[in-house]
């Protein structure tokens, strides 16, 4: 038995300081394994086979042949898969995405609809065998075509209220001296993580024990005990490295499809969805028609502020991607209304992706504002700080904190905005036209109730164990710098493990509110032992292990606008031959709370900004209207921002702690994105003259767009 | 008599050799990860699309999931569990680990072999698509961060962490540069 000591707490604090990622090393060598790396014996590998109509119901399959072929074992369809319970309510509030539920009855309700698994002995197998697989379908007329003019538009409710008004509208458009009245369109945009997803799942001693690749074990956990009827405590799912999530990894169909026929076959079987399949069953952001109309006073002052979005969901769950929402946390006016609306089209469920609402909202508000600020002849910058508000502007609320015309200041300081002509299409440098950018950024900072479990270890160490997940947001890390501020140790007497439901209810990763949520945890169980341990506890060979829960106090927060703000900043380069546009830097400057490790968070910030770039220049799912079906579905079809894309990004921020939380924190996970496009945007208008309003600007848009330069 | 539908091979990987039965229709992907347990090189898209699957092959980048696994006997398999120098770190991953060239890590084998072959390919002149001077007796162009990015350019990374890439990149190339100028 030891007696374990702590150190007197010093201005050396580990939060702060940088930290390369603990799990690095094993990153860099391949050592670490992602759930499709994980080894069992016996494992049976699962195809899944999708739907090739986007509407109607499956008439038969002829399975025997199939069955018939070398080293398969199964084929489940929906006569005789394992019955499911749909009707339950998930951990986040909804109920299961119904592309999860696989297998149930014989209505295709979007094309690639999951309609069979096929299990064989290997990989090679099971892929011919769905492949060879014939479905008879009763196709029925589809209707897949969006546009914010639909007749099927209808307001819809999701974690916020669909429509806010104050004041009168159309009054205060009519007595405004300048008016701005355009439309902006964003498409639909896939996750596209660099790991596809991928589970396995087998039964142990009575358990269900399943290998997973998610943003929430316990998540998972709790929808696979639900959905298969059976206790929670008999579900273990793990999850130690995540390839990449921003939204799209929770309960979907390969976990279930996995279940199913572990369950039928009684021995593993992994489920891996293909990189043109999850393009039709990981989720994805639905494309938005947004109206924006802004009435202002010659000084820029707002008498109006009309934001409305719509988006699509399919015709089997409801979801809104709540554009409109970030007007109403950004600028105040005296009449203000803003709407999300929804249209129900044979397609597949869209889903949060990184930045719900704020990314596609953002993009249209923010360059709404730099179209206000043209025709105010404002800087833009000075515009937003004309127009920021003293308090939530539905709401009425309180801020929290608000920095966002610090980090104006200090982005426009450093990006040299000071020097520049507000006069679009003037500077020339051989075939490039070129121009600057800027628009606000925001994400709500938020926390959720979670567990953890810190062991003071009879060597010296601590054990900290909590269901996070790390899908390269560096959490592990900072949850190890948290854990050893609040233990008082070093970070090398501190080992965290995340991501296995066996360690209790957490927060998901997602929201930026993931970090936020287990350092909560984890500060107030590291800062109870802390006091044990300081009264000379004795640690015997077992440790000594405190657990917390921090559902009452973030139940006690106070309410309040809790948001974090930023500062984009662009750079455009215009090709007058090609359209092409390069982004040839950029900076961010944020507020976004205390932020823990500035290594980890650094890329974090780029990486969103680069979503950014990738959003405003590049991503496109484009949908055959005939078929309703993609164009294109993998990565050639569908590009994402790669190195020759990327130029100067730099992100920094300023001192924001955020007062109410054990920590400081508010999140990172999404700011980064958030007016990114919408600076770009800008900046390809300064840079031509031009306002592009539909993402992506490519380059067939630019070139017949032409330049107001050219034309003058 | 049925026509065989797999065949006994020995592949050399990482300087070991490794001898297995494999079905025809098994991409060297699948042989590392399914058969020989080298889960390292990862699965991105299976039609080589992201460079997560990025291999060497007798010294060369090659797309694993493009390459049947019938088809790499006889050649010398470099994957990322055979880059470092048994516990020393290639400069590349040290390079990625200190600079943060990587955000989920799943890209990051791939990114790891495609650099070390990338900086080898530059030091042997080859140019690339931005190379101003493409002539063979200009000698290697200057590695400046356009060239990295351009050469990169075939390996994906969704988290977004190509700016610390390219860093990497250049510092490893840089201090192989000082190794091979210290040796001379």
Redesign the interface.
Known sequence: MTTATTRTPTAQRAVGTAH??V????????????A??I?FAELAHGWLVLSSVARGRIRSLETAPVLGMPGVLAVLHHENAPRVDSDHIGLLGVPPEPTSVVFQHDRVPHMGWPVALVVAE????AR?AAEALVVHYESEPHDVAFSGGHPDVYALDGHMPAVTEKGDLEAELAASAVVVDEEYTTPEEH??????HAAAARWDGGRLEVVDSNQGSTWVADGLAKLFSLDPESVRVRSE????G?GSKGVRAHQVAAVMAATVLQRPVRV?L??RQMFALAGYRSPTAQRIRLGADADGRLRALDHRSVNLTSTVHEFVEPSAGVARVMYDADAHHTANRVVRLDVPTPTWMRAPGEAPGSFALEAALDELAEKCGIDPIELRARNEPERGPVSGRPFSSRNLLACFREGARRFGWADRDPRPGLRREGRWLLGTGTAAASFPAGAGPSTAVVTAEADGTFTVRIAAAD????ARTALTLVAADALEVTTDRVRVRIGDSDFGPAMIAGGSMGTRSWAWAITAAAGELRERLALGAAVPPEGITVRSDTTAAIGALAQKERHSFGAQFAEVAVDVATGEVRVRRMLGVFAAGRIVNP??A???F??????GV?MALHEEAVRDLASGGHVGA???GYH?????D????EADWIDDPDPDDPVGIKGIGEIGIVGAAAAIANAVWHATGVRHRSLPIRPDRVLPAGTGALRA | MAPSTSSAITLNINGEKFTLTVDHRTTLLDALRERLDLTGTKKGCDQGQCGACTVLLDGRRAVSCLQLAVAAEGREITTIEGVAEGERLHPVQQAFLDLDGFQCGYCTPGQICSAVAVIQEHAAGWPSAVTDDVRPEAGPPPLTDDEIRERMSGNLCRCGAYVSIVQAVARAAASEEQDKGAAA
Not at chain 1, 122 to 125: L, N, R
Not at chain 1, 191 to 196: F, Q
């Open positions: 390369t990622r799990e690095g090393r094993d990153k860099v060598t391949g050592a670490a394994r992602y499709g790396d080894p290997t990989s090679e197998q011919e996750h596209s993580p660099m790991e596809p490295h995540v390839g990449g921003f891996v293909t990189r899908l390269g947001t560096g290594l980890t650094r890329s974090q780029v990486g969103g900004m680069i979503w990738s993998d990565l050639a994402v921002a790669t190195h020759a990327v130029q100067r990004i």
